[in-house]
Structures are given as structure tokens and as C-alpha cells.
């Protein structure tokens, strides 16, 4: 379920999703629905200080080409991925990618996640923090 979120809103694809890349026992529906615009994630419950892997799951469910979407990614306050292209980096619409970070939680015991739009809307069909 979508949540924890601010701003952004839903956009989803009708189109065949590529199984390629699919990471083993995670749900082709994560892929259906994606949350675009300006947006960001406020997730608790963890330890402040403490490292964990944050993967982001995208797909580009608009734009058949490149350098037609690109955004800004932070974790707490970070950048972890600038001008971040998602079709130029999973080669095609609709294939699935995964991008694993290492990061700490904040002072608090939260990841705070920031989707800034560089050009169109920045787009997220999933994240994990384990």
C-alpha cells in the first residue's frame, strides 16, 4: 500500500510491464501504479543513526525516450541520485529497475525521502527500507 507520502498523485500504466529485472517475490502490481509530481516519503520505526538499504522501485510508465523526465532523489536531507533518468538507465519504458542505497535513519529514527521534478514530474512505483 501506498503510504506515508506527501504531495504527488497516482499515475498508473496499462501497458505490459517488462519482467526482466523484477527482484524474486516482489508483486508485478508494484509496477501498475506509480506516484508522480513533486512528493516525498516520511517512513518511521527505525532505530536514529541506525543503516539500512533503501531500494526504490521505478518504472517509466509516460515518456518512450530519454532525458524526457529527469528528478532529484535525497534521503534525509542527501542527494543519492541527481538528475536521475529512468528510462536512459532501465534502457526502455516499462522495465522494471531497482536502485539499492545504503543510508542511515535520521535523528529521529525516520527516512525522510525527496522526489524533486528537474524536468516533468518526478516518478516512484515503489520503495523498501530493510
Known amino acids: 500500500a501506498d503510504k506515508d507520502f506527501s504531495g504527488g498523485s497516482v499515475v498508473s500504466t496499462t501497458d505490459s510491464i ?42 517509466e510508465p509516460t515518456y518512450n525516450g530519454v532525458w524526457l523526465r529527469l528528478f532529484n532523489v535525497s534521503i534525509n536531507g542527501t542527494t543519492v541520485l541527481s538528475n536521475f533518468d529512468v528510462f536512459l538507465t532501465a534502457g526502455d519504458m516499462d522495465t522494471p529497475l531497482a536502485k539499492a542505497i545504503t543510508a542511515a535513519a535520521d535523528s529521529t529514527g525516520q527516512y525522510v525521502i525527496t522526489f524533486t521534478p528537474v524536468l516533468n ?8 527500507i530493510k
Open 18 to 59: 517488462q519482467t526482466v529485472n523484477v527482484p524474486k517475490g516482489l508483486s508485478m502490481g508494484v509496477f501498475e501504479d506509480s506516484r508522480a509530481g513533486s512528493f516525498s516519503y516520511t517512513v518511521p520505526g527505525f532505530k536514529p543513526g541506525s543503516n539500512h538499504t533503501v531500494t526504490l522501485y521505478f518504472i
Open 121 to 128: 514530474d518526478a516518478v516512484l512505483s515503489g520503495l523498501q
